[in-house]
């Protein structure tokens, strides 16, 4: 079979592109499954995960008896963040997994309106 | 005196009818005599006219035999003429598409945390269909197809066969328990069973479902394949079979203006390779059953090998004592865990973990980010942004 002219290219590549691993899905939304956002297996969903590829079993092994961050996913797993927010979007969709979205960070408000509310409570404090 | 005239008459027309009749009969026979010898004289002639025509005939044979021959010289001269060149042209498409695919994993696991990745991936989709198509056009012109050197399971390898089909989404595989390709098995039976889909999802509605299924026969394992296709009539299977079985294998000038040379592929890999493919069987769903049978020298049971990806799981759920706490709201609580450390063994392939201990995750996500600053290669996967984490 081998050529003795041309040697053999040599293919170095996974062999399991991420788009399969992904199974063609979008990315979520950016403001779901941040890195910080909190992730833990529902009760009895690694038993119901015969059927899942290797790569979401994976995450429902580590995210079993406990929590995990999506960046610690990420990072134990060795996949890439998008890949593993795939995975969770769609485990979260079957079922599988609770999801605790970070707190979010405070919203900027008007300052005056801050300091006229401040001073209305004052009012009343000093008014009673 | 009247009676003897009549006698005498008659008499005399007797000599002559006798006379007449003695004549008649010396000229006939002479004129026999002479027909036999015009008639042996013709037949010389004719002989000899044809023993002319068998030479010329003998001589007209094998001046077309040569003729037809110098034809089939020229035209095997010319057909290993276009494969010499497509086979150049071939294996330059086929390195590069690998190198890209190589390349374009890189990219995606550095900025895999980035909202490009979806781009990517589709990039590293339609990549893989060309890579394919390489490795297609590189095999007719006989040149080596490209090589893995790690078994992989077949659950992987018919993954990787998907990668390259443009609606991949359309293929279900089963999982088989345990079962791995050996190495040299990886490439050829992933780009067969990958021209198998192809053709399946070529031939059916572009809704409808591809089955991928495993099955253990005694010491050959069969990948089957079952789409909801409109089926083969039987030439075309019978076509088809000749085509599969590797020989009679049709001139690149006779594929055509737009070639299909799935099943010739096919062929070709899987007598190199000794496996068998055939596709006469009728799926569940009327379509086309196609079965790869894997002779047993060509796989073994996963145990002795764990796959990449699935290692360092088990290593890590020893976790704890077994109780779960659980807070009032019926959420785990966080406790201490065995980490997994990815280390990389260097390879280019998936890479492969060992586990080590560690004092918690957040430890153990640093070194990750660490030993991804350190090995500044592409083959090693940092999850994108983790570093902002």
Partial sequence: MSDELDSELELTAPLVPLFVIAQGRALPRESEYEHTTIITAQDGAVAAARTLAPEARTVLDLIADGFLSVAEVAAHTRLPLGIVRILL???????????????????????????????????????? | MTQDVLLWCLVAIAVTAV???VALVLRSRALGRRKRESEAA???????????????????????????????????????????????????LQSLAAEQTT???GVQREYGGHAVLSDLMDITHANAQMARKAQGIAVMCGAPLGRRNQPASVYDVVRSAQSQIRNFQR???????????????????ALAVAELLDNAASFSQAD?????????????LCIVIDDAGVGMGDEDRQRASALLSGEGLPRLSQLGTQPKFGFPVIGLIARQHGFTVDVTGVSR?????????????????????????????STIRPM??????????????????????????????????????????????????????????????????????
Avoid: C
């Fill in chain 1, 89 to 128: 979007a769609q485990m979260a969709e079957d079922g599988l997994i609770h999801v605790r979205n970070p707190v979010p960070h405070a919203e900027r408000h008007d300052p005056v309106l801050l300091t006229a509310v401040l001073d209305g409570l004052m009012r009343i404090r000093t008014g009673a």
């Fill in chain 2, 19 to 21: 006379a007449a009749v």
């Fill in chain 2, 42 to 92: 013709l037949e010389a002639r004719l002989r000899y006219a044809q023993g002319e025509l068998d030479r010329a005939q003998a001589a007209l044979t094998t001046l077309r035999d040569e003729q037809d021959g110098v034809i089939r010289e020229a035209e095997q001269a010319a057909e290993e003429n276009t494969k010499s060149v497509l086979k150049g042209a071939a294996r330059f």
């Fill in chain 2, 103 to 105: 390349l374009l994993d």
């Fill in chain 2, 171 to 189: 293929v279900e595989i089963m999982q088989p328990s345990g079962i791995a390709l050996k190495a040299s098995a990886v490439a050829p039976v």
């Fill in chain 2, 208 to 220: 409808a479902p591809i089955e991928v299924t495993f099955r253990q026969a005694q010491k050959n």
């Fill in chain 2, 285 to 313: 769903y009327g379509g086309v059953r196609a079965v790869v049978l894997l002779p047993e020298e060509l796989w073994t049971m996963e145990e002795t090998l764990p796959p990449a990806t699935e290692a360092p799981v």
């Fill in chain 2, 320 to 389: 704890e004592t077994g109780r779960s706490a659980r807070t009032a709201g019926g959420l785990p609580k966080r406790g201490s865990r065995i980490s997994p450390t990815g280390v990389t063994t260097g390879g280019e392939q998936a890479p492969r973990r060992s586990a080590r201990r560690g004092t918690g995750s957040l430890a153990a996500l640093q070194r990750g980010t660490q030993s991804a600053r350190d090995t500044a290669s592409f083959d090693i996967p940092t999850p994108g942004g983790s570093e902002n984490a």
